[in-house]
């Protein structure tokens, strides 16, 4: 079965400050991607990125960045330099045939 | 934005009836899911259509029901509503049915009162 967790339910800082969200999945299969979007208040999910089970390397993409780690099955989302922009709601998700989503962490960045 | 819209972007309904939810996809892409996000909750997958056939379904009841049209755009249909129906209803297209690059609308919310 796949599933995906992100135990943080919500997430407040102030402006500037580093944050990290976690996601733990579990599958089965040996070939998965693994993705994170953005959903503003809009509703839309906005794509942020995608890493395939056999890419490990850890991705830097302007202040965002991502920590994937097959041996503790995570793919952690860190965002350097918080802005009021990057409230809104994130999720983690797993795709195996079809895509799994964890039930997502509110950020809300503070002025 | 991401060239998948969807339509009506409100909506509201009546225990017991029915509803069509509507969604066009991005140019050249021939596959489209549907996935129903209750507040609060991550997007869970009802079912996906590809070529206008179905083509995997998650665990919703028959009541759920699509279509796909020869232009790929899709309808997401349900009957018998419920009040647990209630959630914002979200369509993604994607070039295959590994929708690895699947796009976004931006959602139908279906109030079921």
């Known amino acids: 079965a796949q599933k995906v967790t992100q135990a943080q339910t919500e997430i407040s800082v102030v402006e500037k400050e580093d944050v990290t969200l976690d996601c733990v999945y579990e599958t089965r299969d040996t070939t998965y991607y693994l993705f994170w979007y953005k959903q503003p208040p809009s509703g839309e999910l906005v794509f942020l990125i995608r890493?395939?089970?056999?890419?490990?390397q850890n991705e830097i993409s302007g202040r965002y960045s991502w920590n994937f780690q097959k041996s503790t099955s995570s793919f952690n989302f860190t965002i350097t330099a918080s802005q009021v922009v990057d409230s809104a709601v994130y999720f983690c998700a797993l795709w195996a045939n079809n895509l799994f989503f964890g039930t997502g962490t509110r950020l809300t960045v503070i002025p | 934005e991401t060239g998948v819209t969807q339509s009506p972007t409100h909506l509201i309904k009546t225990r017991g009836q029915q509803v069509t939810l509507r969604c066009s996809s991005q140019?050249?892409?021939?596959?489209v899911s549907w996935y129903q996000q209750a507040l609060g909750q991550g997007p869970q997958f009802i079912f996906q259509y590809y070529r206008e056939e179905e083509n995997g379904r998650g665990n919703f009841p028959p009541r759920f029901s699509g279509l796909q049209f020869p232009n790929y755009s899709s309808e997401l249909n349900v009957n018998a509503l419920e009040l647990d129906d209630s959630a914002l209803y979200l369509c993604?297209?994607?070039?295959?049915?590994?929708?690895?690059?699947?796009?976004f609308g931006q959602g139908t919310r279906l109030t079921v009162v």
């Open positions: 890493r395939n089970s056999f890419d490990e």
């Open positions: 140019s050249g892409h021939n596959t």
């Open positions: 993604a297209s994607s070039k295959g049915v590994m929708n690895t690059e699947a796009f």
